[in-house]
């Protein structure tokens, strides 16, 4: 972390037209604050977005857990095998999304109206130090990744032992992510112009890389546990693949998006194009979990179509809580673990056709007959 600046040398600065005019030619409007309110134009058209989903969510999921009550502050792709009741609306299920995703925003515009409204023409505030909102920008955008990030890692988590290496290594970046967060805001609350908030990009670039990491390990692993579940049947996996495709418009989608974000910083650490992306990751982090959450009672009525649950429900679940070690199958399926159902026995048609002659006439009778096997598809006998 940089060492606070100088008071007296501000003061100095301060007081020296030619200085402060040299450091206002490097400063682009376009790519600065220009880019930091497209992106907050685009970051509140998805705010919308998110308060439509977190509705539905409250109206069709009235009965998770309290857990993911609580975690309804962000987005994840849920898989269940039964349709959960449709209850009466329970506000208290998306406060939490609402609260942090409304202090996103607040911020957004809160910086956008002080230095492009309350400030107009007053290019002297520019190299003054930062306004609190865009100071604590990163660590607002780090809380809403980490509740979403904490979801997924929780489901990956679920299925099984021999994933759960791979949660603990992003649950590491997690932790990375958040602590280059933190650094970020608070040496902004203590650098003063733009040149020493430029010195600053190489925490904001750290924290892109550990989400970026921890979105495709969570994801992989997602996408490895589905492809492995293909059973050779086309419709079980033509539901596997809807279910893959659910998974990388999901966690890949966001993590492209930190990579921008990364390659933006790097790339040009003299402007904010970064940060308006930034804003535009950690909306789509709300939306994503919160689409994947409603698309719960959607991917159940298609395996509903493929599978009968009556009959396969109560192997499913015994299978479940013996492999995955998990008490409560409930649990599985509110944090979206995949689990396909073992696809029914191979059948054996056997097809009977005699021949008799009577009479000078053939007469032909035909029997069939279903039984469970491995082996042929079908075969025929005829006497």
Request: charged share 15%.
């Amino acid at each position: 972390m940089s060492s606070p600046a100088n008071p007296s040398a501000n003061a100095t600065q301060a007081n020296d037209p030619l200085a402060m005019l040299s450091e206002l030619a490097d400063i682009k409007l376009d790519s600065t604050f220009g880019a930091v309110l497209l992106g907050t134009f685009l970051g509140l058209v998805l705010y919308g977005l998110g308060l439509h989903q977190a509705y539905r969510y409250a109206r069709l999921y009235p009965e998770d857990a309290p857990l993911i009550k609580g975690l309804v502050s962000e987005p994840e792709l849920l898989l269940a095998i039964r349709i959960l009741r449709q209850n009466a609306l329970d506000p208290s299920k998306v406060i939490a999304i609402v609260i942090l995703e409304t202090i996103h925003s607040v911020m957004n515009m809160h910086t956008c109206y002080y230095y492009l409204v309350t400030n107009f023409f007053n290019p002297i505030i520019l190299p003054k130090r930062g306004v609190w909102s865009i100071s604590f920008l990163p660590a607002c955008a780090s809380s809403i990744m980490i509740v979403s990030q904490i979801f997924f890692a929780r489901r990956v988590y679920l299925i099984g032992a021999g994933y759960r290496y791979l949660v603990a290594l992003a649950v590491l970046f997690l932790i990375g992510e958040s602590a280059f967060s933190l650094a970020a805001s608070i040496e902004a609350n203590i650098v003063t112009g733009f040149d020493q908030f430029y010195g600053l990009t190489w925490l904001i670039s750290a924290c892109f890389a550990m989400a970026a990491a921890a979105d495709f390990l969570l994801t992989g692993g997602l996408i490895v546990v589905l492809r492995r579940s293909r059973t050779g049947f086309k419709r079980t996996d033509n539901l596997i693949d809807i279910l893959i495709i659910y998974a990388i418009n999901t966690g890949m989608i966001i993590g492209f998006s930190n990579i921008l974000s990364l390659t933006l910083a790097a790339a040009m650490p003299r402007n904010l194009i970064y940060v308006g992306v930034n804003i535009i990751t950690a909306k789509l982090y709300a939306n994503c979990f919160l689409a994947v959450l409603n698309s719960r009672k959607r991917l159940a009525s298609r395996g509903m179509d493929i599978f009968d649950l009556n009959s396969v429900r109560a192997e499913a679940l015994a299978r479940v809580k013996e492999r995955l070690e998990v008490p409560r199958a409930d649990v599985l399926e509110q944090y979206n673990v995949p689990q396909v159902p073992d696809p029914e026995p191979p059948v054996i048609h056997v097809h009977v056709t005699t021949e008799t002659v009577a009479d000078g006439e053939c007469v032909k009778s035909e029997t069939g007959q279903d039984t469970e096997g491995i082996g042929l598809d079908s075969f025929s006998i005829s006497v």
